[in-house]
Antibody, heavy 118, light 110 residues
Framework: EVQLVQSGAEVKKAGESLRISCEAS????????ISWVRQMPGKGLEWMGR????????KYSPSFQGHVTISADRSTSTAYLQWRSLKASDTAMYYC???????????WGQGTLVTVSS | QSLLTQPPSVSAAPGQKVTISCSGG????????VSWYQQFAGTAPKLLIY???KRPSGIPDRFSGSKSGTSATLGITGLQTGDEADYYC???????????FGGGTKLSVL
């Protein structure tokens, strides 16, 4: 069974750094990309980017390029989403998802709530 | 402002049928498959339709998808109160080089 288990909720201050994780199981981790999707409070879904765990190459949505870093560790079957300097506007629920093909996401993590205070 | 336009809300009575539209352009819906997702408050999205008109295993045939030109439609028949959720369309945008989602539609079953 494919499972994506995300790290727990985080409460941070503006300017702090943060890395959240998404541990995959039930399939060959290097064989499928992992996407990250943002959902701000009361808002819709926004695709942030994806990583190919096979070679750690990442592709970002233009809206998020330069603001976050997506990485992966094949040894632990874990993908990461990282910020160097958080802003209050980064407050959101973040989901990891495993796509099949460029746009289909059948498998989702449970979400990680990130709250950033100014 | 999303590249894919959905109505903010739709409503219908139990047992009735509802359709949710998703309008885009040539760089997204016009040349790529569309997926649809159902999201209940506080939970992760769930895939309902992929490749514009296919249902994953376990999704009832009350849910259907179609695409024509630069628009896609999700249909739900035999509405149940348990269908009350937010619904999102999604596809690849070839110009952006990114996945794009619609703004979401809130379904109320009155």
């Amino acid at each position: 069974e494919v499972q994506l288990v995300q790290s727990g909720a985080e409460v941070k201050k503006a300017g702090e750094s943060l890395r959240i994780s998404c541990e995959a199981s039930g399939y060959s981790f290097p064989s499928y990309w992992i996407s990250w999707v943002r959902q701000m409070p009361g808002k819709g879904l926004e695709w942030m980017g994806r990583i190919d765990p096979n070679d750690s190459s990442a592709k970002y949505s233009p809206s998020f390029q330069g603001h976050v870093t997506i990485s992966a560790d094949r040894s632990t079957s874990t993908a990461y989403l990282q910020w160097r300097s958080l802003k209050a506007s980064d407050t959101a629920m973040y989901y990891c998802a495993r796509p099949e093909g460029p746009e289909v996401h059948p498998y989702w993590g449970q979400g990680t709530l990130v709250t950033v205070s100014s | 402002q999303s590249l894919l336009t959905q109505p903010p809300s739709v409503s219908a009575a139990p047992g009735q049928k509802v359709t949710i539209s998703c309008s885009g352009g040539n760089s997204n819906i016009g040349n790529n498959y569309v997926s649809w997702y159902q999201q209940f408050a506080g939970t992760a999205p769930k895939l309902l339709i992929y490749d514009s008109d296919k249902r994953p295993s376990g999704i009832p045939d009350r849910f259907s998808g179609s695409k024509s030109g630069t628009s896609a439609t999700l249909g739900i028949t035999g509405l149940q109160t348990g269908d009350e959720a937010d619904y999102y369309c999604g596809t690849w945008d070839s110009s952006l080089g990114a996945v794009v989602f619609g703004g979401g539609t809130k379904l109320s079953v009155l």
